[in-house]
């Protein structure tokens, strides 16, 4: 009904400017009854769904049982009999097409041909007699288990509708207000009010000083400044709301967008699922909305509706926000303008980037590593930024840990007990062998389409191998420099972003009054915090989950980017989100980046989170071992003072100064401890199983996407991390009748929901996945143990330690083709050229000279380098002939390979508990509840 309510709020608000008070009403109560129609239509077929796999099971139960007990009392001294009471009993089943039709009439022959011939004995018809015996015990399992599927799923939603009715009732939360999680959701609110109410003691003279006379003073070079004052000519004309329509294909991108984000509840989104298919009534809300930015100076947070209240919510990740409780139309009209004008900013900022504003380093070659450096660079440029209206849904959702960095700060080094899982190490000698002759040389270089390629993977996944390679690299490169690696992120970031910078960035692009005038309202909403009662004007931070705000932060970050691409030329910046890294051989250059990092912080009014800072120096196996350390033990050496004096964090994964990834298992401990407390409180078997499921993938998410570069031993890694974490959160618990193993989550899941424990449910259907019958845990070691098989394959352990021997190969083959054409007669050959050209060939230079151009030049260092980013799929397991190949049509190859080995692994039980590996009717299966109950986030 909540939904409804939206969509008719939608409704009655276009209507009051559309149409009168008896088309309104009219309107309305249409409305009203077809929504109410399709809601009551969708619930009912839900509920005949789940009664229906009920009803089943009791009339096969009732069908064939009286049938099996006439059977055991005839025996085996009738055996004609037996046989045509089962036959009967399949024919007249009252479940139809659960029997073979063809079995049933070959049974039948059987029968009237035995009468008649005496070669049909009492033993083939005993044989047939049991061979029907267990094909309607197979279909009675079945029945119980689709009884017991329908009975979970009823369960899930019961609890669903009792939360919701005691939330509604008490106008709180079923959890206990005591709870640790209310207890830290408390303070985290505490602190975003006294962050958010109050104003920033900020000066705004010495940034818009900085972006005068420093950053966008190009002084005597007129093509820079022409570049840039074409950007400031063509802000004030680029979205003219007075003469600017909202179309209802515009409002179905943001629709899509909206759904895709955050900023909306469920009941939100699903209101927008339904009104996104009602072109009438979008045509409407088009017409309000266009009316509304025509009047854009009117605009307030109330225009449609009262939008004061703070909510607070909490990720997996642990990280807490707040953002106003939004109503429909606030949410598109603000989705719409913050669309438009991220796309034209999105645009202006790459243009810069990619002219003459930006320094992109020295000329290098096509398929060099720079020039795979720059791509990288350039694809993840601004990528939580929409590239137009149609294009709205961002790609770098996924939930990552933040660590607190560990940190001595008198300690010049950090020492841990790290003595398995061995990095595997590159050779650094550029020694010429006569055996790189014979050496197969690399594959040519893979081409990179620019710009903005579609990622198989999020950003910080690829963050993480291009580090690991960049490490790899300067180790063979530079074995006597160390590398020095830089994290840092803002502290309380859009919370906590001043206004004044914002504006005044916008202002100097060249916004025009009336939409300045608009963003700060935009950004100084009236709102109410939990307990309070009265409204109060935020006066820092920008509203959560909005794209304007995300353009607004976003700008901010641009021009710190800007600002350290101008001071230190020799310096990346890369960025996930507030969070930047960078890294440098050159001390100096590490140190001028990182004093700049801190004058931007401080001139926008900003601090850096001292907990999440940290630095790493990274050495090559000779200097490493000129650090003192403890036998078998690897340090972290922290970076040069002023640099913050913490270790790095990736994830679950410590930097160590061996170039070395490694899971630290003790910060997980304290998301092992969540992660059993949410089991624990689990009211429902489906509720317990989602639970485990959103768990497992964040876990690995952390621990690292493996690529060729990471090697074999970080699957290792994950596995044995997957193990202590199953025996930390499942050890205690102790049932010694079942046989499995401690650790196992089937146990667990047994011993706390009786239901499942009576019944001794089979492995295969708890593990066979939700949308095909079976209750859906899923198994987070088969993938792995797949991918680590695909990588032991491959067998690429090599890093970069044969290509300097190639080096030598290259260098000299460039000589002697040079010398050949040397010896030409002077003035060239016959044909008057040299060896095919018309000039003197060009010196091939010095040793020192040729490996200078390793990076910007050799495309064969930049071959291996993108060899070594590769992420590999894991291989197609091999299957039996009844594996059912529909059944996972359309999936990407990595779930069709899961599925596949659970296959593999449940054949065996499938087939024995109920004779095939069909044990359901999907078509009985309620998709829309399933789909619903995936997309259900955790509670806390």
């Not at 059977?71 to 009738?78: A, I, P, T």
């Not at 003197?840 to 200078?852: A, H, L, M, N, R």
């Not at 060899?867 to 894991?874: K, Q, R």
């Amino acid at each position: 009904m909540y939904t409804i309510n939206l969509i008719l709020l939608v409704v009655a608000a276009v209507s009051q400017v559309t149409a009168g008070p008896t088309e309104d009403a009219a309107q309305v109560s249409n409305g009203a009854s077809s929504l109410s129609s399709l809601k009551s239509i969708l619930h009912h077929v839900t509920n005949s769904k789940l009664d229906e796999l009920k009803r089943q099971k009791t009339l096969m139960n009732n069908h064939f049982q009286p049938i099996l007990d006439q059977v055991s009392k005839v025996g085996g001294s009738k055996p004609r009999d037996a046989l045509h009471l089962l036959v009967t009993g399949q024919m007249n089943s009252p479940i139809k097409d659960i029997f073979s039709l063809e079995e049933i009439e070959k049974v039948i022959t059987l029968l009237r041909n035995a009468e008649q011939d005496p070669s049909i004995s009492n033993e083939l018809l005993n044989l047939t007699t049991e061979k029907l015996k267990e094909e309607i015990h197979y279909s009675l399992r079945k029945c119980d288990y689709s009884y017991l599927y329908g009975t979970l799923l009823k369960e899930w939603l019961d609890v669903q509708n009792n939360r919701a009715l005691a939330i509604t009732n008490t106008n709180q939360t079923t959890e206990d207000q005591n709870s640790t999680y209310k207890l830290t959701e408390a303070k985290e609110l505490a602190k975003f009010k006294e962050v958010m109410l109050n104003p920033a003691d900020f000066d705004i003279a010495p940034f818009q000083k900085l972006l005068k006379e420093r950053l966008f003073n190009f002084g005597e070079d007129v093509e820079k400044t022409r570049e840039f004052e074409t950007v400031q000519k063509e802000t004030p004309v680029a979205f003219k709301f007075a003469d600017h329509y909202i179309s209802v294909e515009d409002l179905r991108h943001c629709m899509k967008g909206l759904i895709a984000s955050d900023l909306l509840s469920i009941e939100k989104k699903g209101a927008l699922r339904e009104l996104t298919v009602n072109t009438e009534a979008l045509t409407d809300v088009a017409s309000l909305l266009t009316s509304t930015l025509h009047n854009i100076d009117r605009w307030e947070w109330n225009t449609f509706s009262t939008n004061e209240i703070v909510v607070i919510t909490r990720a997996l990740a642990g990280e807490y926000k707040v953002k106003l409780d939004e109503d429909i139309l606030t949410a598109l009209f603000l989705q719409y303008i913050g669309v438009y004008w991220a796309v034209y900013f999105k645009r202006q900022f790459l243009t810069m980037y990619n002219g003459r504003l930006w320094n992109s380093g020295e000329h290098n070659s096509y398929g060099s590593i720079d020039h795979i450096r720059r791509n990288f660079h350039r694809s993840a440029f601004l990528t939580s930024l929409p590239s137009s209206m149609s294009s709205q849904e961002n790609t770098q959702l996924d939930e990552y840990v933040k660590i607190v960095s560990a940190g001595l700060p008198q300690a010049e080094y950090l020492v841990e007990d790290v003595q398995a899982y061995p990095i595997p190490r590159p050779t650094y000698s550029t020694t010429f062998s006569p055996q790189a002759q014979r050496r197969p040389r690399p594959p040519p270089p893979t081409k990179i389409v620019q710009p903005e390629p579609v990622p198989t993977i999020d950003f910080k996944q690829k963050f993480l191998h291009v580090l690991s390679t960049e490490i790899r690299l300067n180790q063979v490169l530079r074995p006597n420099s160390s590398l020095t690696v830089v994290q840092t992120e803002f502290e309380t970031f859009t919370s906590s972003i001043p206004h004044e910078p914002i504006l005044a960035t916008m202002e100097f692009f060249g916004v025009s009054k009336p939409w300045l005038g608009f963003f700060k309202k935009f950004l100084k909403p009236k709102v109410k915090f939990p307990g309070d009662t009265t409204a109060q004007e935020v006066r820092r931070g920008v509203p959560s989950d909005h794209v304007l705000s995300q353009l607004f932060s976003e700008s901010l970050l641009f021009l710190m980017e800007f600002h350290l691409n101008s001071e230190v030329h020799k310096v990346q910046l890369y960025r996930i989100s507030d969070e930047f890294w960078y890294w440098n051989h050159n001390a100096t250059q590490t140190l001028l980046a990182w004093n700049t990092v801190n004058e931007f912080t401080k001139l926008v009014g900003l601090k850096l989170n001292e907990n999440r800072s940290g630095s790493i120096s990274i050495f090559s196996d000779d200097e490493l071992s000129k650090v003192a350390q403890p036998d078998n033990q690897i340090p972290k050496k922290v970076g040069p003072k002023p640099l913050p004096q913490r270790g790095i964090n990736w994830g679950y994964l410590n930097l160590y100064s061996d170039g070395g990834f490694r899971i630290d298992q003790k910060s997980t401990e304290n998301f092992v401890t969540e992660m059993r407390g949410q089991l624990n409180k689990s009211e429902s078997v489906l509720d317990w199983i989602l639970a485990y499921n959103k768990y497992m993938p964040f876990f690995i998410r952390n621990f690292g996407k493996s690529a060729l570069v990471l090697g074999t031993q970080h699957q290792d890694q994950i596995i044995e991390s997957l193990k202590k974490l199953h025996e930390d959160v499942f050890g205690a618990v102790q049932i010694s009748t079942n046989g499995l193993a401690p650790g196992n989550p089937l146990r667990a899941l047994k011993e706390k929901f009786s239901s499942l424990f009576e019944m001794n449910v089979i492995d295969a259907w708890v593990y066979w996945p939700l949308e095909k019958g079976g209750l859906g845990i899923v198994n987070p070691f088969i993938s792995i143990i797949l991918l680590r098989e695909t990588y032991q394959q491959r067998n690429d352990t090599a890093l970069f330690r044969e290509i300097p021997l190639q080096d030598k190969l290259e260098w000299e083959n460039l000589k002697k083709r040079h010398d050949n054409n040397l010896k030409q007669p002077i003035g060239g050959n016959q044909h008057g050229n040299y060896g095919g050209n018309q000039y003197p060939p060009k010196p091939v230079g010095t040793w020192d000279e040729y490996i200078s151009k390793r990076e910007s030049m050799l495309t064969y260092w930049g071959a291996r380098y993108n060899v070594l980013l590769e992420v590999l799929e894991s291989n197609r397991p091999s299957v039996s002939s009844r594996y059912p190949w529909n059944l996972y049509e359309g999936t990407n190859e990595e779930e069709r390979n899961y599925f596949m080995s659970l296959f593999n692994y449940y054949e065996n039980q499938l087939l024995k508990h109920f004779g095939s590996v069909d044990f359901i009717n999907t078509q009985l299966l309620p998709s829309s509840l399933i789909k619903n109950i995936l997309k259900t986030k955790l509670r806390y």
